[in-house]
């Protein structure tokens, strides 16, 4: 009988996690074969997809209504495919309105599969209640930062706090600096990295914020450059876009390279970068991996940025922030992403040396709470994963 893993995951992030996963669960149990939802990382360890990662690549109220029916048509298939291959476990990646979902119909339907769900939900920032009723049908949850377990046992499930791999990820040569910058002619010019997010709805909505303030940013410092190393499902969006930006940017596009040799693109650029631009989210820790300064800007839809605001229970949510308990990275969330302060706090990292300065300290801090120079986290999750179906 085929021993099997059944794995979603729905954005690039996931997509990282579970590759790292997949990678050491094969190394530790080379019987076990893998299907279900992910991105090319997941695909070059073996998964067997069941549909495009992409489609679960959407975020906000607003932004999900459009394309319910479709999600709920994806929904429907995925539980059915789990139910049929009947894996050891069934692991979810982040993503929790799909991947939630899917789990509690699983569980329902055949309560012997394991659900493991891989990056706790964020009960310490909004909407408390959702351990607890994850707890009706997950059975053990992966938690990236190291404060989330008590949370999640307090709800009545297993935890293990398994390390982000983003600390895991080897440094960026100083000779990979200098090869990145001469590959693409920035000399000895400042560097700005661009990160518009992941998401097609979220690059729509930053990226004109984002332009307006690299044109602020170049009326001041008009010898910097601009790098914006593209999401693999945006890219198309990006390029798209960047027609009208300043500059020009130069583009780093998933789809031209293998995803391996694009990943040491993107670590080279993150590194060689001065500062860095970026929505919110888990780039924040990669930027920090690099120990790159940066600034964190994010809007969403109206409806429901007034949603989230009325719930949010912290007072950033930069994972660097919160990791190191600094408040080191600024923010301008909501009504403030607007491109003028946006532009000016850019500036100001790119002047002022001392000014980066308490980042760097946070940044370092973070990482070593996320377990840099411990066991790798794909290799921790993996064995947790193995302990709950062995």
Known sequence: MTRSIFLIAGEPSGDRLGAALMARLGALDPGLVFYGVGGPLMEDEGLVPV???????????TEVLPRLPQLLK?????????????????VTIDSPDFCLRVAKEVKAANPLIRTIHYVAPSVWAWRAGRAEKMAKFIDHVLALLPFEPPLMHAAGMGCDFVGHPVAAEPRTSAADIARFRDAHGLGTAEVVLVLPGSR???????????????????????????????????AGLVTEMIGTWPGPPIVLDPREVE???????????????????AASGTVSLE??????????????????????GSMLKVDTV???????????????????????????????LLRDATAREPQIDAMDLTMERLGRGGEPPGLRAAKAVLSQIS
């Open 287 to 308: 930027l920090a991996a690099a120990d790159t300064p940066m600034v964190i800007a994010y809007d969403t839809a109206p409806l429901t940025r007034w949603i989230l």
């Open 74 to 90: 994806r929904k429907r298939e995925t539980v059915a495919g789990v139910l049929a291959k009947k894996p050891l476990a069934l």
């Open 318 to 348: 930069t994972l660097v922030n919160l990791v190191s308990e600094t408040r080191a990275v600024p923010e301008f969330l909501g009504r403030d992403c607007r491109p003028q302060p946006i532009a000016a706090a850019v500036g100001h």
């Open 259 to 277: 995803p391996a040799r694009f990943a040491l693109t993107k670590r080279a650029a993150f590194a060689a970068a001065d500062v860095a631009l």
């Open 200 to 234: 097609a709805s979220e690059v729509r909505r930053l990226g004109p914020v984002f332009a307006q303030a690299m044109r602020g940013v170049l009326r001041e410092m008009p010898e910097t450059r601009i790098v914006l190393p593209a999401a693999g499902p945006v």
């Open 51 to 61: 549909f495009p990662m992409e489609e679960l690549s959407v975020m906000g109220l």
